[in-house]
């Protein structure tokens, strides 16, 4: 047989598999699994890089989001930023074209980082109404803003362009995105409403306005004017790589030796520790990157595994900060009391993060049994795939009766609180595409469990002194109103003057008043201090 005919049959149907075709049958991938939920994934690509964009501007972001309402399953989403805008010639590869963005090359603490997310958005609406994506940016006073029209071309992963033409846009800058989809609109905790409140907590440099499906105008006003530490870009750790990467890396640096490869295309890597490196792997600090053989860049690779490289710097990072986050966690949920934790940053894999934890318990939360879980990986709401989260499996591994909650067995603890987590990193290891739940590393677990420890302490001290005081009063309360028959039959034992009895208990259940009182003031006093 001198070929193999359905080695030859089966060639004829073997191409290549366009990135957009392969997410038109995998949209599940993405997030956009039900109607419901492709409604939130469509306004949080679109906040998400509209928060992204001002911040790299250095503004105070001005949000608008709109949700207009065209029939049960049919909606229309306008999302408008006041950030940096973007240039003509990119905008229909951004929008249109999966895969393609200014984030996934860089270690930076942004909400993007895949450059999927707004196409993806795109591709959605395209193959559910095929309506086209209007476009509107503008990148300065003086510049015409850019309407653009786009659609798709999924066989080839390109953009096409329906229409194109300078508009009149009374803004200095920005951009403005506006698609058809089908979608479904509900309340609660998985909804669009949820989605931009928690952005509004942990984003409080934000002005949000959201007009509601039932054109009810939501305003979720700034709560500060300082704009976040602006996070820094890094270059990778030497220990946070895989071989695959550092083979990719060789090839295409544009450092001619290997020691300033090591030195450049890494952090933490100084002369002394590239030249101690080569010397272990016994290659000639003056080699070319590419020109490395297999053989060589397998001992290249476990020599720097094994090398001591001090921790990555961690001042690439941008946390919240204990004091806006509870300003954020105050101006939405009302509560008798809140407690915030900024862990230190710590490293997992080479990527630099670190974790925060608030709490808020009772007043308003009183009406809930259940505690309300709120995760955020680089201030964007985790609202999607709870059970599959590092962040729930960090809280369901702590005893929370030690801190005041009740808690069957390994499940969410329960009590009028909001437990709210936020991680922050320059590479959040999202489990898949659709970015809804954290991976379970060790370290990063760790961090949330001390973070929890740390928040939930203070949270039984409030409890132990301020709820159980409260309790003991309306337990004495109802005892008073016993007094008189108490007193009645104490009397007709003992034969004493029963209003003298009565007299006494009523002096014994006063004294105990005033020390429950004097200390759940002794702790409100605590409280406004904190
Ligand atoms: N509103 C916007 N303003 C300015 N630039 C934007 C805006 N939206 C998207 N971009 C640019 O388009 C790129 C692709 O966005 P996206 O598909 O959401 O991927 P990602 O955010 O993961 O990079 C971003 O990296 C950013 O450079
Ligand atoms: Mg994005």
Redesign the pocket.
């Known amino acids: 047989m001198a070929e193999n005919i359905k080695a030859v049959e089966l060639s004829k149907n073997q191409r290549e598999i366009s990135i957009s075709e392969f997410f038109t049958r995998n949209r599940h991938l993405l997030g956009f699994d039900n109607p419901t939920r492709a409604l939130m994934m469509v306004v949080k ?2 906040v ?3 928060l ?2 001002t911040m ?1 501007m250095k503004v105070l972001p001005e949000i608008y989001v709109e949700l207009k309402q065209l029939a049960e399953d049919r909606f229309i989403v306008i ?1 408008e ?1 006041n ?4 240039v003509k010639q ?1 905008i229909p590869n ?2 249109a074209k999966l895969l ?5 090359h860089t270690l930076k603490q ?11 958005a795109v591709l959605y609406s395209q193959l559910t109404t095929g309506k086209f994506t209007k476009i509107i ?1 503008k990148i300065h006073p003086k510049k015409p803003a850019h309407y653009f029209e786009l659609h798709i071309d999924t066989k080839r992963n390109e953009p096409i362009i329906e229409r194109d033409h300078e508009v009149e846009w009374n803004k200095d800058h ?2 403005r ?1 506006e698609l058809e989809l089908e979608a479904r609109y509900q309340k609660g905790k998985q909804s669009v409403d949820e989605y931009i409140k928690q952005t509004a907590i942990v984003n409080p440099h934000t002005n949000i306005i959201y007009i509601t499906p039932e054109k009810e105008k939501i305003e979720f006003p700034r709560v500060t004017n300082d704009l976040p530490i602006e996070p820094k870009e890094i270059k990778p750790h030497p220990h946070g790589i895989e071989i695959g990467t550092l083979i990719r890396m060789l090839k295409d640096t544009t450092s001619t030796t290997l020691s300033s490869f090591l030195q450049n295309d890494f952090s933490r890597i100084g002369s002394k520790v590239a030249s101690d490196i080569c010397q272990d792997a016994k290659l000639n600090v003056k080699s070319k990157p590419a020109s490395l053989t297999n053989e060589e860049i397998e001992i290249l690779f476990k020599v720097i595994q094994n090398a001591k490289i001090i921790a990555p710097p961690t001042d690439c990072l941008s946390p919240i900060g204990p004091e806006l986050l509870e300003k954020g966690l105050k101006k939405e949920i009302e509560a008798d009391f809140y407690a915030t934790t900024t862990r230190p940053p710590s490293v997992y894999r080479g990527m630099p993060f670190q974790i925060e934890v608030a709490i808020a318990y009772g007043g308003s939360l009183e009406k809930e049994s259940q505690v309300r879980l709120m995760r955020f990986a680089n201030r964007v709401p985790l609202l999607y795939q709870q059970g599959a989260c590092a962040i729930t499996e960090a809280i369901t591994d702590i005893n929370w009766r030690v801190y005041g909650l009740q808690q069957s067995g390994s499940n969410l603890p329960s009590g009028p609180a909001v437990i709210l987590v936020h991680m922050a990193s320059v590479w959040v290891p999202f489990t898949s595409e659709a970015k809804e739940a954290v991976a379970h590393y060790d370290e990063i677990l760790k961090e949330i469990k001390l973070a929890l420890q740390d928040c939930g302490r203070k949270l039984a001290s409030y409890i132990r002194k301020n709820v159980k005081a409260k309790e003991q009063k309306e337990r004495i309360s109802l005892f008073e109103k016993y007094i008189p028959e108490l007193a009645n039959a104490l009397s007709n034992i003992s034969g004493e003057n029963k209003s003298s009895i009565e007299e006494n208990l009523k002096k014994i259940l006063n004294k105990n008043m005033s020390k429950l009182n004097e200390s759940i003031e002794g702790n409100e006093n605590d409280k406004t201090k904190n």
């Open positions: 690509e679109a998400d890089n509209a992204d964009a790299e999302v930023d950030g940096p805008g973007i990119q951004i929008f393609y963005g200014s984030k996934f942004n909400r993007g980082q895949q450059g999927i997310g707004i196409s993806a940016s920005g951009t995105i």
